[in-house]
């Protein structure tokens, strides 16, 4: 909301410098977001109060050396006479008429004075210097609303209105300032003038004066002319109307354009004008219809009927149905009810006689209408906030006056005033228990009575601390004590309410398993070298098919009914596909990524419309091993068993041993570089997910280079459930032994298998088990591998003799062999 | 010449000559030629014997301190060899110190990560525990049972994103803000006192831009008693503020409006960029925007389980990644989600 302080100050004295208005203001709830001079020394464009002038111009001629230039004498102290070369176009029609005998008045700028240069279209400040031009001596100016700073216009020097007085400073006639204040949707009073000066008087303590405009009328009376009826009334608790006669539509007049100007609203002619201008000062939205528009002279509020249509003001035609609400006459709709006018009772040039409205409605109906027919308004955007019912005869007053003084319009005496539904009062009993328990502060009721009074409550103190508290009709955000504890605390100052420690007894505290152990899940992967990415969770089916087009099945997604694009329109349903997004960016910009997310997927239930939300961990790992470095130029590329040792690394650091690794057919990785993570759990064995190299077709769908990409995608929550808290092994102080074992198997024989029957025959004397080498070659023939282990073995009681451990390795041989046919390497 | 002299003469040249030795080689051959079993000093002595009786003792003495003499200054000189070896040794061994070291490949958490758990522990330690709720949420728990009824002007603060459902079925959004879990702490909780933290990720329909993702993070807490007041939730905000951007930090409570809360308020603190001057950051009002807050309003404790009349609550909510733009000076809010490294690896 535009406050300009000169309109501001008919009702209510500003007496504290604007800065600190601001930071009141903002201090209570009405956030100052601009402060605008205008013309004043703090402005973009100050204008000198010396050197830019009101002026008379009394006699325009012709230049005597340029056809289109023009010689203005101007006069702009009494008597001075001054001629200033223009090229004004709205000046050629005075020229060679002499003296005028009705003199303009516009704007003089002296030598010296900083303007706009008008000729270029950036706001470029020039000093006015004295030259010839086309041997005319020329000093001074005649402005332009762009020279002065005041809008874009430069087609013609700025006309100002006959009264305005020659000699005063354009500062003193029309600087201000002009204060953007970002109004809540809860602060709906304060979308008025009248309503902002209402606050800024509780909030200063300075008094309040509502207009109080009185009417000329003649003629017949409105009621006797007009007739309204209400065919809704719960939405449309009030409406009035009254009836102006024979006016005159020209433009309105200077100073109410300029006051509409520093609002942010555009003048169009006399009866729009007013009608805005009675808005923004009253915050009562009204509307104008030609009243020889009206058949039968009988408005009609009602709801539409099924396939009615209404073409409004902006040439749009709308659709309506019954749970539309119209102003009608007795044959068709004339306005969608405080939205917007129609076309076919719009105030045309030939208008002569008006019909005004001024009602309230049932706030929702107009938000869903404004939203409906996409009709955002100034007039539906204070009444879906509430507008005051008690606002509406000082409104038409109002808008008659200025009609008949502005559009020479003949009022008709009397006001059509329907009231369909009583306005209900609330009345709520606030008590100074009820205040120190919400806000913590004692305040005694007449303190509260002191605090709310200004702002129009009507408070009756009862006893020391309880008082009767009747809510005025502008405030229909108040219904509650809580609301009234907001009015007390603003009132008072947040800032000077105490600020304490909570005293109340503190909740049962309870552990938080599953997020410590994601923590630390992210702890142990970053640790591992991955960076934690975070991306989007609104996905395309495209992207899913990049990695398996078997998971592009729509019926399977989330969908959004409103996606603000087609890359972001299902929720995921895993987190790789995005995940590879980023990396395949990462791989072009830097040719290598490590990352990883931990984050939601969004599974559609059979049995409920809301997903499931399982936590998910992913991983994608190409590129160089390590960074390139003098230490190593051209470091390994990332394969299978990094991505493998981060999963070992994961399940190491929560202790899971519940779990085993296996092959994997998954369709998104290479065959034979996948695997799965199987768990074993009370239910049997569960797949938590899988990993392995990225499946070249999958790479080159994410626009990859070829490269190996690692890739892993874990249920977590599942994961987690197996994680353990470690538990000590003692250390032995007992020197180790180890033994080196070479064994040959057919390649089919996993190494996994081999160890376990390692391990199994070698019994509790074995500390631990490394594998150091793995060999083929055509000495072992073919289809076979070589597989070297160190084996390390220990008691915790004793040294183990050399005979003890020959014969260990020796049972060891015998069984491994005799269990998996591998035989000992020669 | 007697003994004696000869004796001087010997440790005269033997230290001539070992001052002018600096290798280990000549060292141990000098040590040889003078101290050694066939050394010069060894071989003169074996002439002590024809020395008279009485002068033995006095000759032995001398022969002694020569001795001792020499064997001194072959270790000083000893030690002087062998340290310039070892700093010749450490001469061809040295390093260009500003070469780049070995770097451990170690991975950051993503900056919002970080931020949400500083956010975390600083209410953790003011009794605050963490609880997750659903992100994919039905129009009545994300509005409608926090006071938002559909048709109501406020629901213009939140842009939303609809989940296809069947016709007739209850409206699905993509919750706006963490506040739906509000409720579900509060149903879990009453009648007993609640203290929770809610992070999470919120959407909005909404065209992204430097300033604006259509997904965010959002931090929400909340405390419901039976003695909880507004100068309980400035204390506790004041409290935040103060860890977060250090003692004394000002602050300003603004009123504010949520519909979910009354009396609602703005927390600011004052630009810690500016000392309140007024920059670009700060919009020239000195001022940052922290955290929106306010009592629970009546009517959403009650949705809560609780009675309005008997309970009393507040809540606050605050963005990760607009406190994480603001300390780390970044200027464009599409970098968090982009996934790219030249990013994430900047921070710690
Ligand atoms: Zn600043």
Redo the contacts with the bound molecule.
Sequence with gaps: MRIPLSWLREYVDVTIPIDELAERLTRSGLEVETIEHIGGAQAELPWDPTLVLVCNILEVSQHPNADRLVLATVEYTLGSNHTVVTGAPNLYQYKGLGRLTHPLKSVFAREGAVLYDGHVAEKVKVTLKGKPVRGVMSDAMLCSEKELGLSEEHEGILILPDDAPVGMSLLEYIGDTVVDIDVLPNMARTLSLVGMAREIAALTGQSFRLPNPTVASSGANANDTIKVSIAAPELCPRFTASVVRNVTIKPSPFWMQRRLIMAGMRPINNIVDISNYVMLELGTPNHTFDADCVAEAHIVVRNANVDEQIKTLDGRTHMLNPSHLLVCDTTQPLSVAGVMGGESSEVSDRTKNVLVEAAVWEPTIIRRMSTAFKLRSEASKRFERGVDPEMLELAQRRLCQLLHDYADGVVAPGLVDVRSAPIRQISITLTSAEVKRILGLDFTATKLCDLLTPLGFGCTVNTSDSLAVIVPSYRRDVSHTADLCEEVARMFGYDNLPSTIMADELPAQRTNLALEHEHFVRDVLSGAGLNEAITYSLTSLASAANLDPAEAEATNYLRLANPLSSEREYMRRAILPTLLESAAGNLRERGSTRLFEIGRVYHRRADAILPAEPLRVAIVMAGQRTNASWHDASPEAIDFFDIKGVVELLCERLQISTIRIAPSDADSLQPGRAAQLIARTAIGEVVIGHFGELHPLARERFAMPAVRVAVAEFALDTLLELANVPRYTSISRYPASSQDLALVAPVMVSAETIAASIRKYAGAALNSIELFDVYTGANLGAGMRSLAYRLTFRSNERTLGDDEITKLRAKIIRGVEHETGAKLRS | MTIIDQLADIEQAALTALMKIDTSEAIGEWKSNYLGKQGAIAKLSRELGTLPGDQRPAAGQRFNAVRAALDEAFASREATISSAAQHQAFGQDAVDVTLPGRLPVVGRLHPSTRVLRMITDIFADMGFQVWESPEVETDTLNFGLLNIPEDHPARDMWDTFYVETAPGAEKVLLRTHTSPGQIHAMRAHAPHPVRVILPGKCYRYEQVTTRHEMMFHQVEGIAVGQHITFSDLKGTLIGFAERLYGVGTKTRFRPSYFPFTEPSVELDVE??????????????????EVSGAGMIHPIVLRNGGYDPDVFSGFAFGMGPERITMLRHGIDDIRWFFSGDERFLQQFV
Excluded at chain 2, 271 to 286: A, D, T
């Design positions: 630009c810690f960029l500016c000392k309140g001057k007024g920059c670009r950051i700060c919009k020239q009002s000195g001022w940052l």
